[in-house]
């Protein structure tokens, strides 16, 4: 029997940059970020029956310079505290923001269920 080995590259996604004179370096989104971040925004958003947003809460402004935060450290390693990022413009945060969702592979849209995909052998509708 053979066995099938597929390369995977695991080392973490960065992006550094400057702003002014200070240097920084945007990591993708750890496990506890990421988690922090989904329930950020399950508690800001409300869904109604049809699964899509009836209600937005307070707070889902604050959902993008916090996931920002958890990811986004000086050239000396150290967290950026919320405060600071906050301080930035809007542009900046928003260009981050972006960023970090695509190296981290964070998707706000649930991907939809295929039956294909999700073969366990173990059917419920048989």
């Known amino acids: 029997m053979t066995e099938d080995t597929i390369s995977l590259d695991l080392s973490p996604r960065e992006i550094t940059f400057s702003m002014g004179d200070k240097d920084y370096i945007l990591r993708e989104a750890s496990g ?3 988690i922090a971040y989904q329930n950020a925004l399950i508690k800001a958003v409300r869904p109604g029956p049809d699964g899509k947003a009836t209600q937005i809460n307070t707070g889902l402004s604050a959902i993008e310079p916090m996931l920002v935060s958890k990811c986004l ?3 000396e390693g150290k967290p950026v505290k919320q405060e600071t990022i906050r ?4 542009r900046i945060q928003k260009e981050l923001y972006k960023k970090v969702k695509e190296i981290s592979e964070l998707d706000e849209k649930p991907e939809e269920d295929d039956d294909d995909d999700n073969d366990d052998g173990d059917s419920k509708n048989e």
């Open 32 to 34: 506890d970020a990421a």
């Open 73 to 75: 450290f000086d050239s």
């Open 87 to 90: 301080s930035w413009p809007s």
